[in-house]
Structure formats: structure tokens, C-alpha cells
Nanobody, 117 residues
Framework: QVQLVESGGGLVQPGGSLRLSCTTSGIVFLRYHMGWYRQAPGKQRDLVARITSRGTTNYADSVKGRFTISRDNAKNTVYLQMNSLDLEDTAVYYC???????????WGQGTQVTVSS
């Protein structure tokens, strides 16, 4: 059974930092592209950052220079380091795993990030 479990969300003041983690099980982690998406109330779910099975990264323009995605293949975990958070980063953040061969996808349950003063 595939499981993606996010953690690290919470309430932070503008300018603050958070580190999200997504620990996976039930997949061969090395074969998966991993991504973080976010969905604010009333909006669609959008890509925030992605890291391929080979370690290539890409970011949404709105987070470039502030967020960093990384993966630890030994721990089957992907991270999202978020710095200089602002109010518009408030959303539920979802972990996504995409099989690099079949392109099938799995999602985590989401973790809430709230940026507020």
C-alpha cells in the first residue's frame, strides 16, 4: 500500500521559515519524481516545486529563491524548505509521487501552512 505522509506544517509569521517533510512507503522511491503542490481556499492545486528521480529541480516562479526542494533517497523522504514566507503562501501543501516509468501518481493527505501576523 502506497503511503505519503506529510509533516511540518503550521502557523508562522511573515518572513519566517518552515520545513515540510513527506515520508513515503510502498514505493520504490528512487524510481519516483517527487513534488510539492499547494491549494489555497477557492483556488486550484498548483505545483510549487518538483524534483525528478535524478535530482533535477524546478520551481514555480512565485517561490524561486525562497523555497528549496530536496530528497533523501536513503530515507524515502522529500523535503520542502520554505524561507521568507508571506501571506500568499498560506495553503494546504500536498506531496506528490509520480512513477518515472508509468507516470502514475499518488498524493499525500496534505499539511496546512498558515502565514499570519
Amino acid at each position: 500500500q502506497v503511503q505519503l505522509v506529510e509533516s511540518g506544517g503550521g502557523l508562522v509569521q511573515p518572513g519566517g521559515s518552515l520545513r515540510l517533510s513527506c515520508t513515503t512507503s510502498g514505493i520504490v522511491f528512487l524510481r519516483y519524481h517527487m513534488g510539492w503542490y499547494r491549494q489555497a481556499p477557492g483556488k486550484q492545486r498548483d505545483l510549487v516545486a518538483r524534483i525528478t528521480s535524478r535530482g533535477t529541480t524546478n520551481y514555480a516562479d512565485s517561490v524561486k529563491g525562497r523555497f528549496t526542494i530536496s530528497r533523501d533517497n536513503a530515507k524515502n523522504t522529500v523535503y520542502l524548505q520554505m524561507n521568507s514566507l508571506d501571506l500568499e503562501d498560506t495553503a494546504v501543501y500536498y506531496c506528490n509521487a509520480q512513477n518515472s516509468f508509468t507516470m502514475t501518481q499518488n498524493w499525500g493527505q496534505g499539511t496546512q501552512v498558515t502565514v499570519s501576523s
